[in-house]
């Protein structure tokens, strides 16, 4: 019954070095330490083949405003022109088989924490489960996955995806941690809280392969903006909103941390940023649809910092045209506490940390310099 | 540490319905049961040799359990866990104690007892008899000598409100604590509230202060981690072979895949579960000075056996 293991714990030797560089710039940061077992890839899928560059797609007619029906053939055109420009095929099959064969097993990170207005769009989510088809990944070989069970229970993607398709859910019940790796984790102390680990999900490690981060493009007001960065970081943890407990949060440091960690960030080989819907105050959740709006378009990339820096100012423009605080805001004269948050652009509960972004990159997760990102933009 | 562990003590049952209600009373396998005075002979008739229950003679506990506190303004929002291990830490086994109990908290109350080793009556709602009995049997069956209680602080009791909410919080947070005379070498940590080390001041605030022991000992050195719950606290016996694990359940509900690290490395272990029908421990790990286990489910009450 027992396995007489040895410790297996070491921390990355990838992470290290950036960790320690970025640690001497940002002295006050937590002490974080890192358990896993798994070693980073040759080429880690963060921030993988394509570094700096992303593909951006606009689609005028994507998405109705009034209704949000989704115009399916459109989305389709958007996934494989952007693809292509990516990486750079004039088949979409040959650029999504460039990250995908028959033997993998893909987990699809979808962002549900704002369902049921604003999700990883489920017919974006199956489109991309049906270009993995095209390269021979069986629908049992694919897992729509999130963190919580009532979320995604809410979307249902079960009626966009071929059976055999899983959904798969890491908390039935909240706080519990028997959808997460016990042995791989961060383990950090934030402000004496006495459970100090934050796990990655099982599925993770157990089963895939290859992950493709499909988050949306939104506020968050701990964060500044949620996008690539958080949604694979908090996405896949346990244990993660103890970072913004108090009106500074921790969010600064622990989303790239948790990035970093392996194998999710080697296995995360493709970024499809969903803009279709957005929000621009409120998030992550969309309580209000006044708060959401229509980028209606969609970035691809395997950079996920690099997609993130682009979305910061997707959403600071939006709240400035709002007259909403700047994301880069840090007054406190804007915070309050109670419900006021949810309902006007000009109270936030914490002092966002947009810098997270800009943090990851010094972890060597991708471009943050504006300058040095290629963006390839499509309008269909 | 020469405080040992009381294995064969099981809790009483009070009971002040009538005595026609004796079959109910026999199922619960209860070996005390204590009646309201004057009632004895009714109830020997019956067929059980109660004894009258004299309330002066007992500290009543408050129920055990949880609540959330959302008026309560705290630096978490964490649940208040209402615990009475410390009282009895505190009494020394100086004292008896009486559970008036709400339904569903009469099998919690009888295995917070049992894991303190004190001596307690349980009077339960009459719905709450079976699950009471449940528990007495589960107790029943747990075997084994008794161990010396396992703490490596110590902590010295100036009897004061502040110290016993100091104690609470230690308890709540999985600090195994004995309540000493005077310092002792053999404690990892000695802690005398008054000293320049440990300020009366900084008692006052409780949560602030079980930090500030918990830093002092450093993590490192704790001898109970539990992650994966806020509501299970743990309870240590052993000596220098093997380690009992007491893990009491204050939530209600079942815990899922909770993650216990002990420190110390032990090549062996075994688990039983209150309600919990072939439990065994999963993901068990010896790392870094510790030893690690999943206890897939467990309700109210559950004990781990480690053995080198």
Not at chain 1, 247 to 253: A, C
Request: glycine fraction near 8%.
């Amino acid at each position: 019954m027992i396995d007489d293991m040895k410790r297996r714990a070491f921390l990355q030797a990838a992470a290290t070095a950036p960790v320690a560089l970025a640690a001497s710039l940002h002295e006050d940061l937590p002490k974080y330490r890192i358990v896993s077992r798994f070693a980073p890839a040759a080429i880690p899928g963060m921030p993988g083949p394509y570094p700096g560059v992303v593909a951006r797609v606009h689609a005028e007619k994507s998405i109705d405003e009034k209704s949000e029906k989704v115009d399916v053939p459109t989305v389709r055109e958007m996934i494989a022109q952007g693809m292509r420009a990516l990486t750079g095929d004039a088949d979409a099959r040959d650029s999504w088989a460039r990250f995908f064969n028959s033997a993998d097993v893909v987990g699809i990170k979808v962002n549900c924490s704002g369902a049921p207005g604003i999700m990883s769009t489920p017919e974006v989510v199956s489109e991309i489960v049906r270009n993995l088809g095209v390269v021979g990944v069986k629908p049992i070989q694919i897992w729509i996955y999130e963190r919580f069970r009532d979320q995604v229970d809410s979307v249902h993607y079960d009626r966009y995806v071929p059976a055999g398709v899983h959904i798969w859910t890491a908390e039935h019940n909240r706080g519990s941690i028997a959808g997460y790796d016990p042995n791989t984790y961060v383990d950090v102390n934030f402000f004496g809280e006495d459970d100090t680990r934050s796990n990655l999900a099982r599925p993770v490690v157990e089963h895939f392969t290859k992950i493709i981060n499909v988050p949306n493009m939104k506020d968050h007001g701990a964060s500044g903006v949620t996008g690539c960065l958080k949604n694979i970081a908090y996405g896949d943890f346990s244990n993660v909103a103890r970072s913004h407990s108090g009106i500074k949060t921790n969010t600064y440091s622990l989303i790239g941390t948790l990035a970093t960690v392996e194998p999710l960030r080697s296995r995360t080989v493709l970024g499809i940023m969903d803009g279709l819907r957005g929000v621009w105050h409120g998030g992550p959740f969309s309580p209000s649809r006044k708060f959401r709006f229509y980028p209606k378009q969609m970035m691809f990339g395997t950079d996920p910092v690099a997609m993130d820096r682009l979305l910061l100012d997707v959403i600071d423009d939006k709240r400035k045209a709002e007259h909403a605080t700047s994301v880069w805001d840090r007054s406190l004269a804007h915070i309050k506490s109670g419900n006021g948050y949810d309902d006007n652009p000009n109270i936030d509960r914490y002092i966002r940390e947009p810098g997270h972004i800009e943090y990851a990159s010094t972890l060597g997760l991708g471009v943050y310099d504006l300058d040095k990102i290629q963006v390839r933009k499509i309008e269909l | 540490m020469l405080s040992f562990f009381l294995a064969a003590l099981l809790p009483g049952l009070y009971w002040d319905q009538s005595p026609q209600t004796a079959e109910a009373v026999k199922k619960t396998g209860a070996e005390r049961v204590y009646v309201p005075a004057g009632q004895e002979a009714a109830w020997k008739a019956a067929g059980i040799d109660a004894q009258a229950f004299d309330a002066a003679k007992f500290v009543k506990l408050p129920a055990p359990g949880v609540e959330y506190r959302m008026d309560v303004a705290a630096a978490t929002s964490l649940p208040w866990v209402d615990a009475n291990g410390w009282r009895m830490e505190r009494d020394g086994g100086r004292c008896r104690y009486y559970y008036n109990v709400p339904w569903r908290k009469a099998a919690l109350a009888a295995a917070e007892a049992y894991v303190y080793g004190v001596d307690a009556v349980v009077h339960p709602e009459a719905r709450d008899v079976p699950a009471l009995g449940q528990m007495l049997g589960f107790l029943r069956s747990i075997d084994g000598p008794g161990l010396p209680v396992l703490a490596n602080i110590g902590i010295m009791d100036d009897g004061s409100d502040e110290t016993g909410e100091v104690l609470n919080l230690l308890s709540r947070r999985n600090l195994m604590y004995r309540v000493i005379a005077a310092p002792d070498p053999k404690y990892d940590l000695n802690v005398q509230i008054g000293t320049k080390e440990f300020p009366k001041e900084e008692a006052a605030d409780a949560y602030g202060f079980a930090t500030l022991v918990r830093q002092k000992l450093t993590d490192e050195k704790r001898l109970l981690r539990i992650y994966g719950s806020d509501v299970v606290l743990g309870r240590l016996n052993g000596d220098d072979r093997r380690v009992r694990v007491h893990l009491i359940n204050y939530g209600g509900g079942k815990v899922d895949g909770m993650r216990v690290r002990v420190r110390g490395e032990y090549q062996h272990g075994k688990v039983k579960a209150f309600a919990g029908q072939d439990a065994a421990l999963t993901e068990y790990e010896v790392v870094d000075g510790g030893t690690e286990f999943t206890i897939p489910q467990m309700s109210v009450y559950a004990v781990v056996d480690l053995e080198k």
